[in-house]
């Protein structure tokens, strides 16, 4: 018998309506796996406690949901999960659970569960490819499979709102990693923005990944420059990747970018800005 595990973490596509919006429901998930269940296949449902809307989701549910999946045996394991910071946990997965034997599947929906929308035609899919026993980190939305690790929400209301941007990813024996409590965000340059704001951002993180202009640009100002080796030489990891979806950093090709290289930033290259956080995170663990 097919065991498959679904972490049940919240977000809309276990909600119901209640007097001030869509709210977490106990046993809509629950039910609806039911209703799809497969003959010959065991569903264990481990239901988050309480339910996190995605926009509270950060390393520590990472952490458990990779504890799961590391002490499961079985077939597959399904995440549900909102899809508002599903890109981040799609890379944080990716990266912490490379070289996984089984599938993980990420699932979500635009509408609740009963509602007539998208969240049954997911949750079906994500248990086909749970149970298809291809290995990697995937997440299953309106009827596509997508990699996990380098997701982009680039619509915040239509059913087909995730693409996938290709991320390099090396073939590495299975060891689960897991975040430490490390202070680190994405920082987008922007026309007007002061040295002295972006220094004072840096100043309280341990890393951060600075999203410049086209294919590796920013300002041409000295005390920018000046800023940011500040910052790497006290120990903060920059890490820089375009602000354009895709087509990455080409180091050398603009002179205004060859500060950030002086400085010691990192070349993100095609990394999505999550992606590109998630592996500083995991390196400012080890």
Same mark, same amino acid.
């Given at each position: 018998?097919? %065991?498959?595990?679904? !972490?049940?973490?919240?977000?809309t596509i =276990?909600?119901?309506s209640?007097?001030?919006?869509l709210? /977490?429901?106990?046993?809509?998930?629950?039910? $609806? +796996?039911?209703?799809? %269940?497969?003959?010959?296949?065991?569903?264990?449902?481990?239901t988050?406690?309480?339910?996190v809307?995605?926009?509270?989701?950060?390393?520590?549910?990472w952490?458990?949901?990779?504890?799961?999946?590391?002490?499961?045996?079985g077939?597959?394991?399904?995440?549900?999960?909102?899809t508002d910071?599903?890109?981040?946990?799609?890379? @944080?997965l990716?990266?912490?659970?490379?070289?996984?034997?089984v /599938?993980?599947? !990420?699932?979500?929906?635009?509408?609740?569960?009963?509602?007539?929308?998208?969240?049954?035609?997911?949750?079906?899919l994500a !248990?086909?490819?749970?149970? =298809?026993?291809?290995?990697?980190?995937? +997440?299953?939305?309106?009827?596509?499979?997508?990699p @996990?690790?380098?997701?982009? %929400?680039?619509?915040?209301?239509?059913a087909?709102?995730?693409?996938?941007?290709?991320?390099?990813q090396?073939?590495?024996?299975?060891? /689960?990693?897991?975040?430490?409590?490390?202070?680190?965000?994405?920082?987008?340059?922007?026309?007007?923005?002061?040295a002295? $704001?972006?220094?004072?951002? !840096?100043?309280?993180?341990?890393?951060?990944v600075?999203?410049?202009?086209g @294919? =590796?640009?920013?300002?041409?100002?000295?005390v920018?420059?000046?800023?940011?080796?500040?910052?790497?030489?006290?120990g903060?990891?920059?890490?820089?990747?375009s602000?354009?979806?895709s =087509?990455g950093?080409?180091p050398?090709?603009?002179?205004?970018?060859?500060a950030?290289?002086?400085?010691?930033?990192?070349?993100?290259g095609?990394?999505? /800005?999550e992606?590109?956080?998630?592996?500083?995170?995991l390196?400012?663990?080890?």
């Open positions: 018998m097919a %065991k498959i595990l679904v !972490l049940h973490t919240g977000g =276990g909600m119901v209640g007097p001030d919006g709210m /977490p429901a106990a046993g809509i998930v629950e039910g $609806a +796996l039911e209703r799809i %269940k497969r003959n010959g296949t065991e569903i264990e449902v481990r988050f406690e309480p339910l809307d995605s926009a509270e989701i950060g390393p520590r549910h952490n458990i949901i990779i504890d799961a999946v590391a002490a499961f045996e077939a597959g394991v399904i995440v549900t999960h909102g910071t599903m890109s981040f946990s799609g890379a @944080a990716a990266q912490a659970l490379a070289g996984i034997g /599938p993980i599947v !990420l699932c979500g929906a635009m509408h609740p569960l009963n509602t007539g929308g998208d969240a049954e035609g997911n949750l079906a !248990l086909d490819i749970a149970l =298809g026993g291809r290995p990697g980190v995937w +997440l299953a939305f309106a009827g596509r499979v997508l @996990a690790g380098g997701l982009v %929400k680039h619509h915040s209301q239509q087909d709102a995730f693409r996938s941007i290709q991320q390099s090396p073939a590495v024996p299975f060891r /689960p990693l897991r975040f430490q409590d490390r202070q680190l965000a994405i920082l987008t340059l922007s026309p007007g923005l002061s002295p $704001a972006v220094a004072a951002m !840096l100043a309280e993180l341990d890393g951060a600075l999203r410049v202009f @294919a =590796g640009t920013i300002m041409s100002d000295p920018l420059e000046s800023v940011l080796r500040a910052a790497v030489a006290r903060c990891r920059i890490r820089a990747v602000q354009c979806e =087509g950093l080409l050398g090709s603009y002179a205004a970018g060859a950030l290289w002086r400085a010691g930033c990192e070349n993100g095609e990394e999505t /800005p992606a590109a956080l998630i592996r500083l995170w390196d400012l663990s080890r």
